[in-house]
């Protein structure tokens, strides 16, 4: 599409063309298209402005770029060239980048099941030192994994009130059960 197609398509669909306000965001514009193209993005001369109004003292100009002719106004990065910028005439047509809103979406667990763990303290073990957790918590992983699960499951401790995992249990619980 044009430029002005690929904005008015962005606001449409998304939100708008993609603003490339730091060196990071400019990776990830990198990262997301084919080496070897140029597409646009919402940078265009009337000022060297955002489309979307947001303001950036950011530049990632290829070399010789801006050249400034009278109808190269919009802007395209180049992947050919690290996603460096330069100017174009409007109406060429070029792939684009749009962005749009990051989705608040909470992480709910497909399901989720509690397990109750009985271990014995090995001598000078501390069951509640983070880093023994931690190790529990990879190698119960590794057990999962040799079982068939894959790599979604998610395990973690609960912590009691009092902010530790384990807890010594009394003798007539341990009868009891």
Known sequence: MTW????????????????????????LIVELSPVGYRAWIGL??????????????????????????????????????????????????????????????????????VI?????KPNGVDLNDPAFLDAMLVEAKKNLRAQGLDDNVQLAWRKQPDGQVFHKEEEKKRDEL
């Open 44 to 113: 265009y001369r009337d000022s060297w402005k955002w489309s979307d109004g947001s303001n950036s003292s950011f530049k990632y100009w290829a070399e010789k770029e801006p050249n400034y002719r009278a109808s190269k106004v919009c802007v395209a990065a180049a992947f050919d060239d690290s996603g460096k910028w330069e100017d174009l005439d409007c109406g060429v047509k070029k792939p684009f980048i749009c962005y749009g809103p990051v989705p608040v979406v909470p992480v709910v667990p497909v399901s989720m099941k």
């Open 4 to 27: 002005t197609e690929a904005q008015s398509y962005c606001r449409e669909h998304h939100t708008d063309l993609a603003s490339v306000r730091n060196p990071a965001e400019s990776q």
């Open 116 to 120: 109750k763990v009985r271990v014995e």
